[in-house]
């Protein structure tokens, strides 16, 4: 068995990674406790070696810490929680998936109707889209429109970027999206200074989920590696 063991320099040369690195990880428990020589100094195996690469391999897919959640089951030997983690972080990729398309969805409903040119009241606006103005006002204060105030009357007064980003904010919300979710995109709405060259981010958002889905696929050969190690399925 000598041959098998690796010193904790070699471990860390197969990853591209510090020694200290590879301590870290084994006191998070991502890497299983290391096999101790009679003089005390730690000595990795093979199955270090592939739980570090599951972990490597987990990390762009899932996320720093999922991956260490899910290495740290594996090592508790706790599998189904494990797999219940990887799990999760596809039912968030797909979630991701539904949000980007709703978004697009709502950005078509709107191309064909561009918001009126100048300014409406909080009344037409609502009657328009066959909502309540105290809908609006809700939409106001959590900050997903900014409606400016007329100086003599007091009232609303919505300009075409306003009414454009009301617009928007019904969409997703008649998509069952929440208005947490939905403030992120308003924002980018607007530092983009409209809809238009918002198609390069989805194109990158589009790019990411890709690559994501990718990882995801990479990462599940190594735990799957790893876990037959620990756990064959034979």
């Known amino acids: 068995m000598a041959q098998n063991l690796q010193r904790p320099v070699d471990l860390a040369r197969a990853c591209g990674l510090s020694t200290q690195a590879i301590r870290n990880y084994e006191a998070d428990g991502i890497l299983p406790p290391a096999e101790r020589s009679l003089s005390g100094y730690r000595a990795y195996t093979p199955v270090h070696l592939l739980a570090l690469r599951a972990f490597l391999a987990l990390v762009p897919g899932h996320g720093h810490r999922a991956a260490s959640l899910i290495l740290q089951a594996v090592n508790r030997d706790e599998v189904e929680v494990a797999l219940r983690l990887v799990d999760e972080s596809h039912v968030q990729l797909l979630d991701d998936r539904r949000t980007l398309l709703a978004v697009e969805a709502a950005l078509r409903d709107l191309a064909p109707t561009p918001p009126e040119r100048g300014d409406t009241f909080v009344g037409p606006l609502a009657h328009k889209l066959g909502l309540r103005p105290a809908t609006l006002r809700k ?45 992120p995109l308003i924002a980018q709405v607007r530092s983009a200074g409209g809809i238009a060259p918002l198609e390069s981010t989805l194109r990158d958002w589009h790019a990411r989920l890709t690559a994501r889905s990718r990882a995801m696929l990479t990462g599940a050969a190594a735990l799957d590696a790893y876990l037959e190690e620990r756990h064959p399925t034979g």
């Not at 105030?149 to 009414?163: N, P």
């Not at 454009?164 to 904010?169: E, I, S």
């Open 139 to 183: 939409w106001e204060r959590a900050g997903l429109v900014h409606p400016r105030r007329d100086r003599q009357t007091g009232y609303r007064v919505y300009s075409a970027a306003d009414v454009r980003d009301t617009q928007l904010v019904h969409q997703l919300r008649r998509g069952g999206y929440r208005l947490d979710q939905i403030a």
